[in-house]
């Protein structure tokens, strides 16, 4: 069974930086869009950033936009956190996309559209 888990969590400061990491175990999941989703407390899960399969075309939310970035290498997905926040506190999820080598038009922001997902890893920024 595959089972994607994340790292690189911590505590930063305002104005900081993380880098957190997704590996997934049992198979690579490969031709599948990758994302990452987070959950602050008392939040429901909102979308941060994906890339797709195919082209490496990136999306995110505009929350984010200008400080984070979405990469993958080898297998592994990345997502660079610069000039965090306070409100980027959260629980941060990385997940895969449900169909593989999907080529339609589809809406990859939205949960629905993964079926795999990590555990989860802390991310807290103090003001």
């Known amino acids: 069974q595959v089972q994607l888990v994340e790292s690189g969590g911590g505590l930063a400061q305002t104005g900081g930086s993380l880098r957190l990491s997704c590996a997934a175990s049992g198979r690579t999941l490969s031709g599948r869009a990758k994302g990452w989703f987070r959950q602050a407390p008392g939040k429901e899960r909102e979308f941060v950033a994906v890339i797709v399969w195919s082209g490496g075309h990136t999306y995110y939310a505009d929350s984010v936009k200008g400080r984070f970035t979405i990469s993958r290498d080898n297998g592994l997905v990345y997502l660079q956190m610069n000039s965090l926040k306070p409100e980027d506190t959260a629980v941060y999820y990385c997940?895969?996309?449900?169909?593989?080598?999907?080529?339609?038009?589809?809406?990859?922001?939205?949960?629905?559209?993964?079926?795999?997902w990590g555990q989860g890893t802390q991310v807290t920024v103090s003001s």
């Open positions: 997940a895969a996309g449900r169909l593989q080598y999907y080529t339609a038009p589809y809406d990859p922001t939205q949960g629905d559209e993964y079926s795999y």
